[in-house]
């Protein structure tokens, strides 16, 4: 059984940073995609940011220019970092990974909450 272990949420000001890590319990060269979802209170899972094994990323653009996702295969991490905080950031934050073959599986970890306040 794969774990997401995520750390780095917290409470931030607006315009401030926080950076977010994901470490996975196996070797992430296994995942095709790992990635960065967020809900916020009464509203649906969304994504933020993706990333593949060749490092091509996909960002939400709510946040480009703002976050930056990259992943750390030697640590077996993905990171969000956050910059330029808005109060619409404030969502629990879950990471992600997916895999295709042999099969497609999807891991979640168990979300972490930031909060930004104005």
């Known amino acids: 059984q794969v774990q997401l272990v995520e750390s780095g949420g917290g409470l931030a000001q607006a315009g401030g940073s926080l950076r977010l890590s994901c470490a996975a319990s196996r070797s992430s060269i296994s995942f095709n995609v790992m990635g960065w979802y967020r809900q916020a209170p009464g509203g649906q899972r969304e994504l933020v940011a993706r990333i593949s094994g060749s490092g091509s990323t996909n960002l939400a653009n709510s946040v480009k220019g703002r976050f930056t996702i990259s992943r750390d295969d030697a640590k077996n991490t993905v990171y969000l970092q956050m910059n330029s905080l808005k109060p619409e950031d404030t969502a629990v934050y879950y990471c992600?990974?997916?895999?295709?073959?042999?099969?497609?599986?999807?891991?979640w970890g168990q979300g972490t909450q930031v909060t930004v306040s104005s």
């Open positions: 992600n990974a997916l895999t295709t073959f042999p099969a497609r599986n999807e891991y």
